[in-house]
Nanobody, 119 residues
Framework: EVKLVESGGGLVQPGGSLTLSCATS????????MSWVRQAPGTEREGVSC????????LYADSAKGRFTISRDNAEETVYLQMDNLRPEDTAMYYC????????????WGQGTQVTVSP
């Protein structure tokens, strides 16, 4: 059974930081590209960041560049998203996802973790 379990979301003030984690099992993590995707109410899902299987290359949405950092631990089968200088517009449900290659289509989704940025 494939599992992707996100954690680390919560309420944070503007300018604050959060680190999201996604623990996985049931598929070959070290061969998968891993993404973070977010969705705010009434909006479409937005790809935030994606990291390749080795962790040597990552992509970021313009909205995340310079503030978010994606990383992974293949031994722990876990992917992380460090989010700094958070803004109210970052408020969304954040999903972890696995795909063969960044941008080619999601194979597995997590259940999401809520991030709320508010004074």
């Amino acid at each position: 059974e494939v599992k992707l379990v996100e954690s680390g979301g919560g309420l944070v003030q503007p300018g604050g930081s959060l680190t999201l984690s996604c623990a996985t099992s049931g598929f070959t993590f070290s061969s998968a590209s891993m993404s973070w995707v977010r969705q705010a109410p009434g909006t479409e899902r937005e790809g935030v960041s994606c990291i390749n299987p080795s962790g040597g290359s990552a992509l970021y949405a313009d909205s995340a560049k310079g503030r978010f950092t994606i990383s992974r631990d293949n031994a722990e089968e876990t992917v992380y998203l460090q989010m700094d200088n958070l803004r109210p517009e970052d408020t969304a449900m954040y999903y972890c996802a696995a795909e063969y290659r960044c941008g080619e289509g999601i194979d597995y989704w997590g259940q999401g973790t809520q991030v709320t940025v508010s004074p």
